[in-house]
């Protein structure tokens, strides 16, 4: 069972605009983490933003931050303030530590952003 | 630190030559794992370790393909014979065991059988 959802493959968003990418997650562990990570067309894999299960604020790293909304299982990044250089594959990711899980990341499909000038 | 280190960064060979590629984890982390990229199957999983002792290699295609992790700071995983549709990046990724940490990835192998 796919257990990271990006459901938009392709975003576009216009620079200086904040723009929001989704992802949603399925999980009966209590205790997990959740990542964003950024590939840009260079190819290297960035780590950008992580939210705990058991954080009581969300994630906010610069013009990162996360929008977690446990009880509806989703963890959006959200990008303020656009900027050419945030053009890339983004990745949402979830890591288990529960009984019967051994500490892997599950990513998700990824989600194209261009940024336009 | 010096962040994970794969080499080499590109390899071009012919089928049916063997392939091996080398990943130097973060001292003290003591998760490692190895990943396809490719544009039709995104990111795979094929094997990983956790402290030297490989823990699931569910995800290595075929027998041709093999991975060693024979001390902490030292990784490889090699094809033989490689074959056309082996071409892709492969990252390695290190990290600590641990909800709360993610992985740092390598810069990859850029890897193309011809």
């Known amino acids: 069972a796919q257990k990271i959802t990006q459901t938009q493959p392709g975003m576009f968003v216009q620079e200086k605009e904040a723009v929001t990418l989704d992802c949603t997650y399925d999980?009966?562990?209590?205790?997990?983490?959740l990542f964003w990570y950024k590939q840009p067309s260079s190819g290297e894999m960035i780590f950008l933003i992580y939210q705990g299960s058991y954080d009581q604020q969300n994630a906010t790293e610069g013009r990162y931050s996360l929008n977690f909304q446990k009880a509806r299982k989703s963890a959006n990044l959200v990008i303020s303030a656009s900027q050419l250089g945030d053009s890339a594959m983004y990745f949402c990711a979830m890591r288990e530590t529960g009984s019967g899980n051994t500490g892997k990341l599950i990513f998700g499909q990824g989600t194209t952003l261009q940024v336009k000038p | 630190d010096a962040g994970v280190i794969q080499s080499p960064r590109h390899e071009v060979t012919e089928m049916g030559q063997e392939v091996t590629l080398r990943c130097k984890p973060i001292s003290g982390h003591d998760y490692l794992f190895w990943y396809r990229q490719t544009m039709m199957r995104g990111l795979e999983l094929l094997i990983y370790f956790n402290n030297n002792v490989p823990i699931d290699d569910s995800g290595m295609p075929e027998d041709r393909f093999s991975a060693k992790m024979p001390n902490a700071s030292f990784s490889t995983l090699k094809i033989q014979p490689s074959e056309p549709r082996d071409s892709a990046v492969y990252f390695c990724a290190s990290c600590y065991g641990g909800v709360g940490y993610g992985y740092t990835f390598g810069s990859g192998t850029r890897l193309t059988v011809v």
């Open positions: 999980t009966s562990d209590p205790s997990y983490g």
